[in-house]
């Protein structure tokens, strides 16, 4: 990690799911949990690793043709599903673009539902949909200046809380209810699309930190 990147214990208040730090060697193609909990992921060839951070690319929105390889994904498994527990994602990023989804589970119209982090227009988006219905909320200033900053959103029975550099940023109320699907965990873009019907949303940037926690 980076001088300065936020770590579990200051950015959560859970139990650790998965922490991937991304802090691997150049060139490495096994993102690593440092949870304990071995939810490893694979790096795709066109994500560059080194330095601390993972580097994205930016591509053309909705321009064909497809690149899994511009993402990181780590196998389903049923921790990584929120369940109708609380539930909170932390990411460190820094980019000057204003497009893509940084990481999800599931995409909009899978079974079981779906969250993601994503960052239109530079302004950080979390969206939660489950069996009671989907809620979002948005960032109200944004983040795309090219330097370092560090979002969490948790999702709790009340709502979800957009939290960016340690302060509140945006609340939104609602029920989302239990989120359970069968999908990867996907960093920088989604894994099913095709760049004509349903876009990619390659995120174009830096991440040098990735945690999920539940309670």
Not at 97 to 108: D, E, L, R, Y
Not at 116 to 129: A, D, E, N, T, Y
Not at 179 to 205: E, H, L
């Amino acid at each position: 990690m980076v001088a300065g990147t936020a770590t579990t214990a200051d950015a959560t208040s859970g139990t650790e799911v998965a922490v991937w730090q991304m802090n691997e060697a150049a060139g490495a193609r096994t993102m690593l949990d440092s949870s304990g909990h071995g939810l490893h992921g694979r790096i795709g060839g066109e994500v560059v690793a080194g330095g601390g951070a993972y580097r994205f690319s930016r591509l053309r929105p909705d321009t064909p043709p497809t690149h899994p390889q511009h993402v990181v994904t780590v196998p389903d498994a049923p921790a990584l599903d929120p369940g109708d527990r609380d539930y909170a994602v932390t990411v460190r990023l820094r980019t000057t673009h204003s497009f893509g989804n940084i990481v999800q589970k599931g995409q909009a119209t899978v079974a079981g539902g779906n969250w993601k982090l994503q960052i239109p227009s530079g302004i950080v988006q979390c969206l939660f949909r489950g069996s009671r219905g989907s809620v979002i909320v948005s960032a109200r200033t944004r983040i795309n200046d090219g330097a370092w900053h560090t979002v969490r959103c948790e999702r709790t029975q009340q709502g979800l809380t957009l939290t960016i550099d340690g302060r509140t940023d945006a609340r939104r109320a609602g029920r989302t209810g239990t989120i359970a699907n069968s999908w990867p965990v996907s960093v920088g873009g989604k894994t099913a699309c095709d760049q004509v019907d349903v876009g990619c949303d390659y995120y174009a940037g830096d991440l040098d930190y990735v945690a999920i926690e539940s309670r």
